[in-house]
């Protein structure tokens, strides 16, 4: 049974006596930073020379320097940057201005787990990774609440580290929900595959082949839209609620009987097959190697998926079809 971790498990004093660099001010970077400082804890935010995100974060009451001078002033260094840059910043900022006792904390184990980041040895480092978006972890922790967060340590240097992870997991709310206990490797591999395998990858690719098969059956693509991606956000709903079973509950019998005989005839052995290989891929390094080579060779193949599925007819009509939705919360309207 997985360890679980509530307010009264951490000891916010903790990291209110330590002082905090949140390097980046993004997602994640805006909520940690906001919400520590309303813990009481001292918080300074580092951003290159000419960040965007620079006059935000100066707006809303921080103190903004360079990630280098963030790394040097602070002994709790939170890396909250796009993962693919994580490195070269560390390598540029970060690295030289560690010191014996430091904490160098990541919200994904991305570059430890594979490599691109080495931590010397006197160094705690740890992961705090809220189970959310980072703009709904600051809504939830305005309102008292809080979004769960998963909690590891790789390296526990001083002895205290995950008591460290805990009480900064309490200053931005995540003992409120609750916080499990992982690892560095146990996260980074299971985000990766649950996004590759079934939320974004296995998601997309189920909803456009479900659609392409309904138009070129000659169906109007605005009723397959319907079917096979408007209509998906009820049933996940209803998962999220209940599990499997509450789904199958608010769905007629006819539904959840289509559900059991032809579910496995489209996901089958081999798909199933091939998810395993997928996830040997990512265990062994080969995506993480693959990704960044796209990432640093200047993301050709990326932008060219990026602006054929933009292109597909799924996207297109659900485009205009949204502007006619007046229930939708949508930008593009
Ligand atoms: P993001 O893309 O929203 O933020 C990027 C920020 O990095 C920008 O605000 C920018 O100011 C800053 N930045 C860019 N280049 C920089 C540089 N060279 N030096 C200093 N700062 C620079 O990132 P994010 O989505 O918040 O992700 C940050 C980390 O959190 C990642 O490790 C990610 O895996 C993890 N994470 C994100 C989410 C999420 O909700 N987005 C959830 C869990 C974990
Ligand atoms: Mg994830
Ligand atoms: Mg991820
Ligand atoms: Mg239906
Ligand atoms: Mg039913």
């Known amino acids: 049974m997985a360890e679980l971790f509530y307010d009264d498990d951490a000891d916010l004093s903790i990291i209110q006596g330590r002082k905090v660099a949140v390097i980046g001010y993004g997602s994640q970077g805006h909520a940690h930073a906001l919400s520590l400082r309303d813990s009481g804890v001292d918080v300074r935010v580092g951003l ?72 010397p040895a006197g160094v705690d480092v740890a992961l705090v990774a809220p189970k959310g978006p980072g703009h709904l972890v600051r809504r939830q922790y305005e309102e008292g609440r809080g979004v769960p967060a998963i909690a590891a340590v790789e390296q526990d240097a001083t002895g205290n580290a995950f008591q460290l992870a805990l009480s900064y997991a309490k200053a931005i709310g995540g003992t409120r929900a609750g916080v499990i206990k992982t690892t560095f490797t146990e996260e980074t591999e299971t985000d990766l595959f649950g996004e590759q395998a079934v939320l974004c990858g296995g998601t997309s690719a189920l909803v456009k082949a479900g ?64 998810m395993k290989k997928v996830l040997t891929e990512i265990q062994d390094g080969t995506f993480a190697k693959n990704w960044m080579d796209e990432y640093h060779g200047g993301l050709k193949k990326y932008n060219e998926y990026k602006t054929q599925d933009s292109e597909h007819l799924l996207e297109t009509t659900g485009k205009e079809l949204r502007k006619l939705m007046s229930w939708v919360d949508n930008d593009e309207a």
């Open 211 to 274: 659609f392409e098969t309904l138009v070129e059956a000659g169906y109007q693509p605005e009723i397959a839209y319907f079917e096979c991606l408007h209509e998906l956000k009820l049933i996940v709903d209803l998962m999220y609620e209940g599990g499997l079973e509450k789904m199958r509950w608010s769905v007629s019998e006819t539904a959840e009987w289509g559900d059991y005989v032809t579910g496995p005839r489209i996901i089958t052995d081999a798909t199933k097959a091939e």
């Open 48 to 119: 290159h020379e000419g960040s965007k995100s620079k006059a935000k974060a100066e707006e809303q009451g921080l103190r903004v320097v360079t990630p280098a001078e963030a790394a040097a002033e602070a002994d709790v260094i939170m890396v909250l940057i796009p993962d693919p840059i994580q490195a070269q910043v560390y390598e540029e900022s970060i690295k030289d201005n560690l010191k014996d006792g430091d904490a160098l904390f990541f919200a994904h184990g991305f570059n430890v787990r594979f490599g691109f980041i080495k931590p």
